[in-house]
């Protein structure tokens, strides 16, 4: 499961569990979620059925080198289900699963929840993603531009960089 802000500054955040064979093609479900703290000292904990999988609070995030102290993002955000795999990041248990391939991925349904503290909402005031989205169409209707560069608009500016407001 990932936690993605997509644009031209992409970040992920993903946690990896095994999972059980007989969860694909419809033949059993189970349930997915993660709570989620924005912030400086926020975190991230990763659920599959009533059992925490992962955790990453925002030490991992922290300062490192010449990269300064990212936090939790409080931007809207995008969650992606899919069936991605990659020994670069984890093996990968092929026991039992290459007999299942290809397989279809079943969602009964997602349940999203926001804490009431606060804005709820997609558009906070202070990240105002429903006018940018709609000022950047190519960018985020076209799934064929995967890279901003394609998309033709500017890079946008920021205040480390470009020292603007």
């Not at 059980?20 to 703290?37: E, I, L, P, R, S």
């Not at 993603?129 to 709609?134: E, K, N, P, R, V």
Request: charged share 20%.
């Amino acid at each position: 499961m990932n936690a993605y802000r997509g644009g031209p500054f992409q970040e992920a955040l993903s946690g990896v569990t095994n999972l059980n064979n007989t969860w694909y093609d419809g033949v059993a479900y189970q349930k997915y979620g993660f709570d989620y703290v924005p912030g400086a000292q926020g975190e991230i904990v990763w659920n599959v059925g009533d059992d925490t999988t992962w955790k990453l609070d925002a030490r991992a995030v922290g300062p490192n080198g010449n990269i300064g102290q990212r936090v939790i993002p409080e931007e809207p955000m995008t969650m992606i289900f899919n069936f991605g795999m990659s020994n670069t990041f984890t093996h990968i248990n092929f026991t039992g699963l290459a007999a299942l391939l290809p397989a279809t991925m079943r969602i009964d349904y997602i349940r999203i929840y926001q804490d009431g503290d606060g804005y709820i909402g997609c558009d906070p005031p202070d990240y105002p993603t429903t006018d940018y989205i709609a000022q950047h169409p190519k960018a985020y209707l076209n799934r064929e531009k995967v890279k901003w560069a394609d998309t033709g608009y500017e890079w946008p500016k920021n205040t480390l960089v470009d020292g603007c407001t």
